[in-house]
């Protein structure tokens, strides 16, 4: 698979949340606006990505010296370590985009998509390019999930009249599960 396949795949037929439906609890919680998915997407994108980067390598040594049965635990090690410099770094040199995305990353060290990730290059046998473009591509994919529901729940605050055992998370899933549907329509599509 080329790399811009996989690109386009990992963001719109193999999308990690709603395709793979993981990262559900911070998707559907910070999706209440826009401005918070787009912060919490952001945030998702960067670790994700640096994540991916760094466990690549890891993996590569672990395989060679036999101790690929360790990867889960240095992978949510290497998630914890990452989230928490980039959270000290942002803190002291970037204070507005700390104070910004501060309420996110603590968030991100829980979320299943940054192990899932790693995970998938691993199953997949991906190549370090690989790793990287999917690892960026599914965070990316991710986001736009979490920003397509913020958008979707804010129209219906204004617009819609949600029967009251729906309002509230009962109808992200219902909107999760159409968006899901939409996005198999993507199912097979190839450049």
Excluded: H
């Excluded at 965070?139 to 397509?148: C, E, K, N």
């Excluded at 204004?158 to 109808?171: E, F, M, N």
């Amino acid at each position: 698979m080329n790399l811009f396949d996989l690109f386009i795949s990992s963001i719109l037929n193999n999308n990690i949340a709603l395709t793979f439906i993981l990262g559900m609890c911070p998707l559907i919680a910070i999706s209440t606006n826009v401005k918070n998915a787009k912060g919490m997407g952001l945030a998702v994108v960067f670790v994700v990505t640096i994540t991916g980067i760094v466990n690549y390598p890891i993996y590569q040594l672990l395989k060679a010296t036999n101790t690929e049965n360790l990867a889960l635990l240095v992978f949510i090690i290497t998630i914890a370590a990452t989230v928490q410099f980039l959270e000290m770094f942002l803190d002291k040199y970037f204070p507005k985009i700390y104070n910004a995305f501060g309420i996110f990353l603590p968030l991100i060290t829980v979320n299943c998509v940054v192990l899932a990730v790693s995970l998938f290059f691993v199953n997949r046998n991906y190549t370090f390019l690989e790793t990287a473009t999917f690892s960026f591509a599914s965070s990316l994919g991710w986001m736009m999930a979490i920003v397509l529901v913020a958008g979707v729940r804010e129209k219906m605050a204004v617009i819609s009249d949600v029967p009251r055992g729906l309002a509230g998370k009962g109808i992200v899933f219902i909107v999760l599960g159409i968006l899901s549907l939409a996005f198999m329509g993507f199912t097979g599509l190839s450049f």
